[in-house]
């Protein structure tokens, strides 16, 4: 069964840092492009941080230097660390794969092929 599962999403106070893991099962993301995408509510799934398999990154401006995408294929498994968190990264996480990597629209959703269920990250005081 493909599976991606986030986890790691919880409650952190304006300048914390939170990592959140997303474990595929059942497919290999040692060749596929991952991707973090949030959504807050009301609003549009927006792309946070994307890798290619050949570590071509992207991150939108509100986010460069605050968070960081990786990976370890040995566990099968990416990491979105999330650092001087701020009330407006409040969201729901999603992790997703990609069998490609578009440079001009690395985070575009439809590239997306598998989806995780979403984790919730609340940034709060």
């Known amino acids: 069964q493909v599976q991606l599962v986030e986890s790691g999403g919880g409650l952190v106070q304006p300048g914390g840092s939170l990592r959140l893991s997303c474990t595929a099962s059942?497919?290999?993301?040692?060749?596929?492009?991952i991707g973090w995408f949030r959504q807050a509510p009301g609003g549009e799934r927006e792309g946070v941080a994307c890798?290619?398999?050949?570590?071509?990154?992207y991150y939108p401006d509100d986010v460069k230097g605050r968070f960081t995408i990786s990976r370890d294929n040995a566990k099968n498994t990416a990491y979105l660390q999330m650092n001087n968190l701020k009330p407006g990264d409040t969201a729901v996480y999603f992790c997703?794969?990609?069998?490609?990597?578009?440079?001009?629209?690395?985070?575009?959703?439809?590239?997306?092929?598998?989806w995780g269920q979403g984790t919730q990250v609340t940034v709060s005081s």
């Open positions: 059942g497919f290999s993301l040692d060749r596929r492009t």
């Open positions: 997703a794969a990609s069998s490609s990597w578009y440079p001009n629209i690395p985070d575009l959703t439809a590239l997306y092929d598998y």
């Open positions: 890798s290619s398999s050949d570590g071509d990154l």
